[in-house]
């Protein structure tokens, strides 16, 4: 049998109890489901929310949703016990489990990201499930110093499942939720329809629904970005009911179960880092020339360069936008801000007086630039 390597993303609605509580009846049967496909030879990453809701209950203090270090504090918390549990119901299956928390700027530092990967295939070639989960205590989005031109890869779980699974290149990505699928417009409306298969993400289909449940984080919008993401990059994706009986089984089965995206085409590695895995530092303007030239597949020169906003190093992913400040590319620098505010509009020729140096005669290589996807 043909081993699978599958992240699985659980949200905090299918862990947890209507009050807030833990559910351990179905972080049973889930990670029974997950121990099962293990012993088919599958290989299965654990993306987990639930550990704000945890630590809620943990310390016994009522829910504070407006206060960011309440809920900081309530991850801390929560996450130990979390992990406690997983511990525990996966000790009962003979696996051993590994805890993963990461943060917006461990995948945008490509170093960081390759060690990332690096320890995943290490656990997973031993046989221990990585169970990730965001750092809340350090990355939430509200205390993320942000900088004109900077904007941050992830916000919630359903993200960071499908940016692993692009790190790890899996073979598939499962979003368990509270609902059985993707609907044609918001399931408590009347002649709402669920939607077996997704062929093509589209702009009406990520404006279907907004809804956000009681406890967690990610909405329906969420689910379709996530899937946008890892279909671009390839990776098929399954969005279902954790609630449903033998679910993941099921899904892993071949079965018709929720809303099935299918893949588009692969890229490079390298461009699917740039694409979705880093956090955008600054942006570079460019002139029509240049941004013609870079459409047609050529790199971007310093002679092309107009504007530089925010401040960033050389290897940061930065936005590329044209002079109707359209953001229509993405890419790595060979130069920081202040190298390009020194450099913009100059010829290859005039690099090395005004520096004294060149370190690289392009701006951005062409291997090192991915188009921004257009809404279709």
Known sequence: ????????????????TSQGKLDEEEMHRLT????????QSDKIVLVTSGAVAAGIAELGIPPKPNDIVFQQAAAATGQSVLMAK??????????????????????SNRGSYLHTCNVLEMLLKTGVIPIINENDVTSVDELIPLTEGYRVNFSDNDILSVLVANAVRANLVVILSDVDGIYTTDPQKPGAQMIKTVENITAELK?????????????????????????????????????RENVLTDIL?????????????????VKR????????????????????????????????????????????????????????????????????????????????????????????????????????
Not at 32 to 39: D, E, F, L, V
Request: positive net charge.
């Open 1 to 16: 049998m043909t081993s699978r390597l599958v992240v699985v993303k659980v949200g905090t609605s299918g862990i947890t």
């Open 32 to 39: 029974a489901q997950i121990a099962a496909a293990h012993k």
């Open 86 to 107: 997983y511990r525990e119901l996966f000790k009962e299956h003979g696996l051993k489990v590994a805890q993963i928390l990461l943060t917006a700027e461990d995948l």
């Open 207 to 243: 404006s279907a629904l907004n809804g956000k449940s009681k406890w967690g984080r990610g909405g329906i919008q969420s689910k379709v970005k996530a899937a946008e993401i890892a279909t671009t990059c390839g990776i098929p994706v399954v969005v279902a009911n954790s609630r």
């Open 253 to 269: 089965a071949g079965k018709e179960v929720g809303t099935y995206f299918k893949p588009q085409c692969q890229m490079p590695a």
């Open 273 to 376: 880092w740039i694409a979705y895995g880093a956090s955008v530092k600054g942006q570079i303007h460019v002139n029509e020339g240049a941004k013609k030239a870079i459409l047609e597949g050529s790199s971007l020169l310093p002679v092309g360069v107009s504007k530089i906003i925010g401040h960033f190093n050389a290897g940061d992913v930065v936005g590329i936008v044209d002079p109707g400040n359209v953001e229509f590319a993405k890419g790595n620098p060979n130069y920081n801000s202040g190298e390009l505010n020194l450099i913009k509009g100059l010829q290859i020729n005039e690099v090395k007086k005004k520096l004294g140096y060149i370190r690289q005669k392009e701006v951005i290589e062409r291997k090192h630039i991915q188009l921004v996807r257009e809404e279709k």
